[in-house]
C-alpha cells in the first residue's frame, strides 16, 4: 500500500521574503524610508564635519562646485543662531522616517493605516521643500556656489514630497492586501487537497462500529426461537 508523501511549499517564508514583499506593496513608504535614511547619514555626517575640523570634507572644494564655501558661509547655520542647518535636517530626516515605517507597520499587521499619516507626511514635505527652496537661493544667488551633498539633500527632499503629495491624491483608494495572509491561503489549499484524498482511505475503528452492529441486529433477528 503506497503512502501519500505530504506536499511542501514552493518557497519557505523567511524574514527576508516578507521584507520584500512589503516594500514591493508599499513602494511608497519603502521609498521613503530609504530616502530617510540616506538623508540622515549624509546630515550627520556634516554635523560632524561642522563641529570638527579633523573630519575632512569629501567634496570639491574649487570653481562653481564648492561644498567649503557653501558649508562655511553665513547661510550654513539657522538664521539668528550658531546651529549648523544639518541639525534641523537631522530632526527632519528622523521625523520623515519615523512615519513611513509606522505606515509599514500597519501594512505588515494588515491593519489600516491612521487617516492622518499621509496629511502629515505631506504636510512635512511641504515644510522641507520650503527650506530648500531658501537654501538653494542662498547657495546660487548670494555664495554663489554648489554644494554636491547639500544638493543630494535638496533632491531626497523634493522626491519625498513628490511622493508624499502622490500618496495623499490617492488617499481614498483601496490600500494593497497584506501580504501576509498569502501564506494561511496556501496552507488551506494544501488542507483542501489533503481533505480531497482522506474520503478515498477505508474507514476503521468507531466509523465501522454501527456497520457492525446492523449486521449483528440482522442475524439475531433471523435466528429460530429457541424452544422451552
Same mark, same amino acid.
Given at each position: ?12 517564508? =523567511? ?5 520584500? /514583499?512589503? /516594500?514591493?506593496?508599499?513602494? @511608497? +513608504?519603502?521609498?521613503? /524610508? ?6 540622515? @547619514? !549624509?546630515? !550627520?555626517?556634516? =554635523? ?6 579633523? $573630519?575632512?570634507? $569629501? *567634496? ?6 564648492? *561644498? ?10 539657522? &538664521? ?17 522616517? @519615523? ?23 505631506? #504636510?512635512?514635505?511641504?515644510? @522641507? #521643500? ?16 554648489? *554644494?554636491?551633498? *547639500? ?22 483608494? &483601496? ?19 489533503? /481533505? ?15 456497520? +457492525? ?16
Amino acid at each position: 500500500m503506497g503512502s501519500i508523501a505530504p506536499e511542501r511549499d514552493e518557497q519557505a517564508e =523567511t524574514p527576508i521574503s516578507r521584507l520584500a /514583499a512589503l /516594500a514591493r506593496a508599499q513602494l @511608497g +513608504l519603502s521609498a521613503l /524610508a530609504l530616502m530617510a535614511v540616506v538623508g540622515l @547619514g !549624509i546630515s !550627520i555626517y556634516l =554635523t560632524i564635519v561642522h563641529y570638527d575640523s579633523g $573630519v575632512p570634507l $569629501v *567634496c570639491n572644494t574649487g570653481g562653481l562646485v564648492s *561644498c567649503q564655501s557653501v558649508t562655511t558661509s553665513a547661510y550654513s547655520v539657522v &538664521p539668528g543662531t550658531s546651529i549648523p542647518i544639518t541639525i534641523p535636517g537631522i530632526l527632519w530626516f528622523l521625523a520623515l522616517g @519615523g512615519l513611513a515605517i509606522a505606515g509599514l507597520r500597519w501594512a505588515a499587521r494588515g491593519e489600516a493605516e491612521d487617516a492622518r499619516l499621509r496629511p502629515t507626511t505631506l #504636510l512635512l514635505t511641504i515644510a @522641507g #521643500l520650503a527650506f530648500v527652496i531658501y537654501l538653494v537661493f542662498c547657495e546660487i544667488v548670494l555664495v554663489q556656489r554648489i *554644494c554636491e551633498w *547639500c544638493t543630494v539633500i535638496h533632491l531626497i527632499t523634493l522626491a519625498a514630497f513628490l511622493i508624499a503629495l502622490t500618496r495623499w491624491q490617492r488617499r481614498d483608494e &483601496p490600500a494593497p492586501l497584506p501580504t501576509q495572509r498569502a501564506a494561511p491561503a496556501h496552507r488551506a489549499t494544501s488542507a483542501t487537497r489533503v /481533505a480531497s484524498i482522506a474520503p478515498s482511505t477505508p474507514t476503521v475503528g468507531r466509523a465501522a462500529s454501527p456497520a +457492525l452492529s446492523h449486521r449483528t441486529r440482522r442475524s439475531l433477528n433471523r435466528r429460530p426461537p429457541t424452544s422451552r
